[in-house]
Each structure stands twice: as C-alpha cells, then as structure tokens.
C-alpha cells in the first residue's frame, strides 16, 4: 500500500477545514465572532430570525472609532444618509429610540457617541440574553450570548477602547 497519496488526500483535507474555519472568523463566542473587516475587526452576529441581517461592532483604526452596524437587504432600498428612527429593547427592559441616518448598501451606522454608548452599555452589561433592533418596520433580535466575552479580543485586536460615555462633566 503506498502512503503518499494518502497524506497528500489528508493535508489537502485539512488545509480545506482550516480554510473554511478561517471563513468564520479569527475568534467565536457564542452567537457572535471576531472577523476581518478590510485593515480592522469587527465582531458580528445574525439575527436569529433573518440569517441575512447582521449585527456588528466594528473597529475602524483610522478614525480611532467604534461604531454598531445593523446590515439588512431590507433596509438597501433605503438611499444613504436618510433620516431613520430605529429602537432597541435589550430583555425585558423598555424600548429606547434614536433618530439616526442610514449607510450605504442597507446600513444603519451607529457611530455617535451618545447612541453608541448607551446601546454598548446595554449590550455588554452582564446577564444581557438578548436584544431586538426595530428600524423602520423591521424588527430583528440579536443574541448577545458571547458579545461581551469578545470585546476584549476586539479591543486587543484594535489597539484602542471604545469611547466612553460623554456624561462625566
């Protein structure tokens, strides 16, 4: 019996498991995971209702910037920069709104401080299950299941901290 195609057969497999592992990210934790995004990271989840609506905290290096991104083919329809109120409700507690501005290719940016820091703190607060995003009239939940267990990857990865809250005068 001759080995060498064998190992040849069994590296190509595991070059390909690597490969595909690669594909879904540098790091997992529950629902969400740590990805390339161009020269930054960004942790993403989908929504466990629409698997092609996604979640995200990026990091962008350059503007030493952290921003959420909610990503929907619902929303690409939408022209960029229109006025948009989108709500967030994590668990249990009341819906909070916000009067933002779309992204390009069916984004909602969550990039001002003010938003960004209040739906961060509820996110990553501890015993957070989950949390449901409603722009427009679409409503989507997230599991945040391995969000917070991530950021410090992320913040490692990006080299800077997400901003912190502006109510300290």
Known sequence: MRLG??????????????????????????????????????????????????????CRKAQELYAFEIKSPALAARPSGEDIRIGYKVDGDDQTWFNLATGPDGTVPIAHKTPFWIIYGALTRNGAKDVAFTVADHTWR????????LTDSLVARCGFEPPRSARTR
Do not use: E, N
């Open 5 to 58: 195609p064998c190992i040849r057969i069994s590296a190509a497999l595991m070059l390909w498991i690597g490969g595909a592992a690669a594909q879904d990210g540098i790091k997992t934790g529950g629902a969400w995971r740590l990805v390339p995004d161009g020269p930054d990271f960004a942790l993403r989840t989908q929504a466990t209702d629409a698997p092609d609506t996604t979640l995200a905290l990026h």
């Open 142 to 149: 997230f599991a945040l299941d391995g969000l917070r267990d």
